[in-house]
């Protein structure tokens, strides 16, 4: 059974280039494509593509807004985010609302491949080289973490989802003091330095599910 899968991209060489690339691979059916969100708002419910491939800045309506709308409407669809950058930023909104993958425009046919097959098959995907470089060093004892208490977990896995320090003092009826605290104490014993290596660990515990 093919992988039924929709490319959104406002340029169109773009659009074309990677359609054609996928076309050409066994196992991967290109059931359609557009250049706006609108455009594949309108053709998935006639289409029912098993995975969506859109471009993260696209005018109007951008691909953050097209993943919101399609997790809501057709929520069977998988979404992939394709993007030039690699921001830290972008990719916790990102999975907050609840995309399947994020992975750069400049990545080999081979990469899109496995990218595909991951998502389809319910595994999350990210090409990020600043992502995968930190969970090739998750393997680190000092990131186990059984060593953490049960309100530094919670904390801890606020965090990874984007809350600010505010946000978390305000849901866990404390002062933002005691929220930097457990933030120096968390980062102390994972052995971490950065909210970007604490959301690479989030992802690997399946914390933004």
Known sequence: MSIKVFITDDHL?????????????????????AQSAQSTLEKIPLL?????????HMPKMNGQELLR???????????LILSMHE???DIIELLKDKADGYILKNSGKEEFIVAIQKVFNGEKYFSSSIVQD?????????LDTKS???????????????????????????SINTVNTHRRR????????????????????????
Do not use: C, H, M
């Open 48 to 56: 029912k593509p098993d995975l969506l491939i859109t471009d993260y």
């Open 134 to 142: 930190l969970i090739i060093g998750l393997e680190n004892p000092l």
């Open 87 to 89: 921001e830290i930023a």
């Open 148 to 174: 953490l208490s049960v309100q530094e977990l919670k904390i801890a896995k606020a965090l990874t989802r984007g809350l600010s320090g505010p946000d978390i003092a305000k849901s866990f009826f404390i």
């Open 186 to 209: 968390i980062y102390g014993k994972l052995g971490i330095n950065s909210l970007q290596e604490l959301v690479t660990l989030g992802i690997q515990k399946g914390w933004l599910k």
């Open 13 to 33: 060489l773009i659009l074309e280039g990677l359609s054609a690339i996928l076309e050409s691979i066994e196992g991967i059916e290109i059931v359609g494509i």
């Open 69 to 79: 709308e399609v997790k809501e409407k057709f929520p069977e669809t998988k979404v």
